[in-house]
């Protein structure tokens, strides 16, 4: 399947209650995007997801450099043009449009070279990108964790906005989905991203009720075998619930969704962190140790059961989602409210 068709993403949209346009809907499986994860996500379980139907989104900085990032941009376009799946998803990159990030021209510029079907941006403004990526067809979405941040994005023209709601692994939001999706819902009536502690089928398909049109799942990808996460991090998520999750900003000075075995593991106290609130990305050394050796997770870290395959993963959602589609078919209140008799 050729990606570079996706310049046409803009164009059309389905008579239905999804804003994603056709050309988009047409190569998905689910409503689903396997969420870009610093020094987790890697170009195989990108490939992997898209090759399952859902959108792989690979970080730029996850490569060292950006003569290797583009290196893996050809990789990955190269590999999905060849692949034979009835659906394969478009990719996506995510930039990091903080102003302390100084590859960021060059990333850009990589991603225009490949014509990235979706550029996420996290950290800032998108409108540093909107230009370069949309001139091509691209799209852009911007990740948000607060309506204000959403209306600003909005503004600068974005494609459709992620929002990151509480309970999200990574750099968590303080909001609550049911009512963040609502709120930015009477503002923008692009594409809806919805972000945490979604896992599973059922949670996807109450993402669309709620107004959404993709669910974000970063979680859920960690312990996959197409994951670059080492395999301890792998087993902790595995064997983690809710309350080993713990939410803080000691570590970078954003508020981030970390597992508490992993800071006890590096010789911390989790219950004796100092709050820090400047957060500075100019230090990448120690950015990198933030993550490498603190690891973190969401909300739903306790439905991830068993370290898999990327694509045993997709299936199993989309077993839980067909499952609950065949279940409203049933529901009493779906009949009382069309029929009106039962
Ligand atoms: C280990 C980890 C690393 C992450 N790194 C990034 C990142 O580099 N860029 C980004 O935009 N989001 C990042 N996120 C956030 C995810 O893209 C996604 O929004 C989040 O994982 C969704 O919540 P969930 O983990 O509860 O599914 C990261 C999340 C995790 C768990």
């Not at 990108?129 to 023209?157: C, H, M, R, W």
């Not at 968590?172 to 599973?200: K, L, N």
């Not at 949670?203 to 107004?211: D, E, F």
């Amino acid at each position: 399947m050729n990606t570079t068709s996706l310049a046409t993403l803009g164009a059309e949209r389905p008579a239905r209650s999804t804003r994603l346009p056709a050309a988009l809907l047409e190569r998905l499986t689910l409503p689903v995007i396997a969420a870009p994860m610093f020094l987790v996500s890697s170009v195989a379980l990108v490939a992997a997801a898209c090759r399952s139907g859902i959108i792989g989104a690979l970080p730029a900085a996850n490569a060292r450099t950006p003569e290797i990032f583009d290196q893996w941009l050809a990789e990955l376009s190269g590999q999905l043009a060849t692949a034979t799946e009835a659906r394969v998803a478009p990719w996506a990159v995510n930039l990091v449009v903080h102003r302390s990030n100084k590859r960021l021209e060059a990333d850009t510029a990589t991603c225009v070279k490949y014509r990235a079907p979706i550029v996420i941006t996290a950290l800032g403004g998108p409108q540093a990108v909107t230009g370069a990526i949309q001139s091509y067809g691209g799209l852009v979405f911007a990740d948000v964790n607060t309506p204000e941040f959403a209306a600003k994005a909005a503004k600068a023209g974005v494609d459709g906005l992620v929002l990151v709601c509480s309970g999200a692994g990574g750099h968590t939001g303080p909001m609550a989905m049911p009512a963040f999706v609502a709120s930015v819902r009477e503002f923008f009536d692009g594409i809806i991203v919805v972000a945490g502690a979604m896992s599973d089928g059922a949670a996807v398909r109450s993402a669309q009720m709620l107004g959404a049109d993709l669910v974000h799942m970063g979680t859920r990808f960690i312990a996959t075998e197409e994951s670059m996460a080492v395999a301890a991090y792998k087993d902790m998520v595995v064997e983690s619930g809710f309350k080993d999750i713990l939410c803080t900003n000691a570590i970078t000075g954003a508020w981030a969704n970390k597992l508490r075995p992993s800071l006890v593991r590096a010789g911390l106290d989790p219950d004796k962190l100092q709050p820090r609130t400047a957060f500075d990305l100019s230090n990448a050394e120690e950015d990198i140790k933030a993550w490498r050796d603190l690891w973190s997770a969401g909300h739903g870290v306790g439905q991830v059961k068993a370290v898999e395959s990327t694509r045993t993963v997709v299936e199993r959602l989309h077993q839980e989602y067909e499952a609950v589609l065949a279940a409203e078919l049933d529901d009493p209140w779906m009949c009382r409210f069309r029929a009106k008799q039962c």
